[in-house]
C-alpha cells in the first residue's frame, strides 16, 4: 500500500524510547538531546514585536528573510567563512530539514552516504528517504572515537555520492582534528564526493582546541555543505530554525528540494533567529558553562558505577556515551531493562550505528536533579547485580 | 509601549544628540531594504584606513538600536537598574573626551514616518541607499509612500554633503529627482560613476575592475562573494572620496 522507499524506514529509536517513557509513571530521562532551558528572553521579546508589528503572517522568500541571511553571512565571516547572503545561505525549518533537502538534491536511488559510525540516529533515515542506502564506517573508539580513513576508503564505491557526519559528533562529543577533517576532505576530493558537516554542537566545547570546519577552507567551498541548527545552542528545538551555507551552484539545486517541501523556514522563527545571532550570545555563553558543570556531575557520577559502565569524557556536546560494561545481549534490550525495572531513559547505542552497540548514550542537556536521580537509580540497580 | 521603553528611548535620543553635537563626527548612513550591513561594515574598514570609525552593531537601526549605536551601549534589558545603568555609560560617552572621527548608523523602516523620527536625530555628511524592495511593504501600502521614507532621508543631508546612490536600483535613481542634493553613483551598471566590471570569482573571492571618477582603474579582490559585496566595496570608495576631502580629521 505504501511506498517501498519507507518499508525501512523507522521512528527515531530516540524517541521511542522518550515515548516509552513517558507511559511508565516517575520516570526520569536522560535521553533525548532536549537543552532544559527556555529560550532566552530577549529572543521572545524580540518575536513578540514582530508579531505585535504583523510581520510573521505571511511567507518570507524561500531561502529566508533578507535580514536574517545577512545576519547569518556576517555571522559566518567573523568565524572565516565567506558566503554570499543572496545566493548561498537557505534558512531551514532546523537542520535536519536541511540535510534531507540536501540529501534528496544530491541521490540518485541506490546511490550511497557514507556515515561514521556512530553517528546521529536520524542520518539514517534521512538518506533512505532520499532514495539512497547508508553505509556505516566505524570510528576507532580507542583513538577518542576518531576517523579511520582506511575504512573509510574502503567503503567508498562507484555508488558514493557523499560523506554525512556531525563535528561535534552526537553521540559521543568528539571534535574531529584539523587533521582528520583535512584528510577527510582530500578523500572526498580524491572520489568526488560531496561532504556534509552538520556542526549543531559546536557552541558547546569545553577543550581549549579552536573549533575548525571544512567550510573555512575556500578549497572546498563547492565540495562542503555546512549545517547549522539554532535548536541546541539558543534553546530553541521547538522553533525548528537553522540553515545551510554552500557554494552557489550548489545551493541553487538544494533551493528547489527546499522550496518544495516547505516553501520556507517559518517566519516567525526566522525572526527568533535574527534575535538568537543579535543578541543571544551572552545565553549561549551561560549555557556552556552550565552544561560543562553538568558534564563534571555526570562523569563523576559515573565513576563511581564502574561496574556497569566505563566512559571517555566528552569535549563536546552534552552527551556522554559510555560502554556497558555488565553482561546483557544488545544495548537496545538493556535500555528497556533500565527503563522498565528503575524508571531510567537512557538511548540505546545500537541507535547510532552498529559500532554503537554495547553502549548507551546520557545527555546532561537535561537539568542537574534529573541526572542526579537517575545516576541515584543506576547505583541501586548496580547493587542489584 | 511600555513606560520604561518610551522613558528609556526619550533619554537615550536626548543623549545621543547630546553626543553627535559635542563630537561633530563626520556621519555617514546606510539605509535601503536590504545589504545595509554588508555595506555598513565595508564602509567602516575602508574609512577606518584614515579615520577612528564607529560602526553601528548588528543590526541597530530603529528606534532605540540607532541612538544606542552612537553612544556606544548595549541592551539595557527589560529591567529599570539594567538601562540606568547603560544610560550613565551613554551620558559618560556623550560628554567625555574626543571619540571616534566618523560614525556609520543603519537606517531601517518599517513603517511610515521612521525616518521622520530617526532623522530628528541628525543629519548626515553622507547618504548610502541600497535599494528599494518590497520588504515590509504591507506596513506602506505602496513603494511611492515607502520611496518617500528615502525622499526625506536625502533631503536631510548637509549642505555639502553627498548622496551615494545605487545606479542598478531604478527605483533609487528616480528618488533623486525630486531632491536638491550632490550624488555620486555605484553598480555595475555602465552609467554607474563607481562601477565594477570584468566580474570573477574563484575559491578565495570575487576579483573586478573599479572604474571611479579622476581614479584609473583599478584590479580589486575581495575574499567575499556575490553581487552584495562589490556593491559595498563601490559604495565604501565613493564615501571614503568624499569623507577625505569633506572632513579632516582632527
Redesign the interface.
Known sequence: MFAQRIQNIRVSPIKQIELAASKIPNSVSLAQGIPSFDTP??IK?RVMGEIR???VS?YSLAPGT??LR??I??DL?RNGM???????IIVTAGAIEGITATLASLLNEGDEVLLPSPTYTSYQEAIKISGGVPVFVPLVEDHRWGFNFEAFEKAITQKTRAILFCNPNNPTGTIYTAEQLQQLAELAEKYNLYVLSDEVYKDFIYTDTPYLTLAQK?????RVIRIFSFSKAYAMTGWRVGYIHSD?SVIAEILKVHDTLITCAPVVSQYAA?GA???AQEDVARFKKTYQHRRKILCERLDGMDTLFSYQVPDSSYFVFPKINVAHDTSWNFAFTLLEKIGVALVPGSAFGPEGEGHVRMSFGRDEADINEACDRLEKYMQTL | MSFLKRSVQYCLFAIAKLSLAHHEPYVVVVSGSTNRQTVKEAIGKKLGEAFTVRVSPKNFNAELGVPMSIVDIPSGGGSFLGWFSVLIRALRYAIGGKREDVCIAEFAVSRPRDMRYLLRLLRPDCVVLTDLTSEYLSAFGTLETKAKEYEDLLMRIKANGLAVLNQDDARICALHAGVSVVKTTYGLAGDALYRANHITSNEHGTSFYVHAPGLPVQHAHIISFGKSAIYAYLAAEAVATHATTHWKKT
Not at chain 1, 565567506?82 to 548561498?88: G, V
Open positions: 528572553e530577549s521579546e508589528a504583523g510581520r505571511k533578507i535580514e545577512e545576519a553571512a556576517h565571516a565567506h558566503y554570499d547572503w543572496e545566493t548561498e575556500p578549497r572546498y567551498r563547492k552557489a535574527l545571532l543579535e543578541n
